[in-house]
Nanobody, 119 residues
């Protein structure tokens, strides 16, 4: 089971930027997809972005394309989510998640980090 620890959330004004980090341990990451999922108050969890660790290929939900960038650092076993041009609707708890490349089910989760976009 992969262990995931997020950091980097906070309060930011609309149009601002934040970078989330997720330190991963306990797995052979070449077999995994790492990603970010968010949950806004009163809403279901929503997929945000993911990276295939072995290839570096990235995927995004439409609402964040062009604003968010997911990346991974193999040496540090850390995945990042750079969030630019933040909007109030980006406010949510952001969870780091992991799944095997052969599965569509996220099976490891971090504890979550709060991102609040407000003036």
């Amino acid at each position: 089971q992969v262990q995931l620890v997020e950091s980097g959330g906070g309060l930011v004004q609309p149009g601002g930027s934040l970078r989330l980090s997720c330190a991963a341990s306990g797995g052979t990451f070449s077999r995994y997809v790492l990603g970010w999922v968010r949950q806004a108050p009163g809403k279901e969890r929503e997929y945000v972005a993911s990276v295939v660790w072995s290839t570096g290929r990235t995927y995004y939900t439409d609402s964040v394309k062009g604003r968010f960038t997911i990346s991974g650092d193999n040496a540090k076993n850390t995945v990042y989510l750079q969030m630019n041009s933040l909007k109030p609707e980006d406010t949510a708890v952001y969870y780091c998640a992991a799944r095997l490349s052969s599965s569509y089910q996220w099976n490891s989760w971090g504890q979550g980090t709060q991102v609040t976009v407000s003036s």
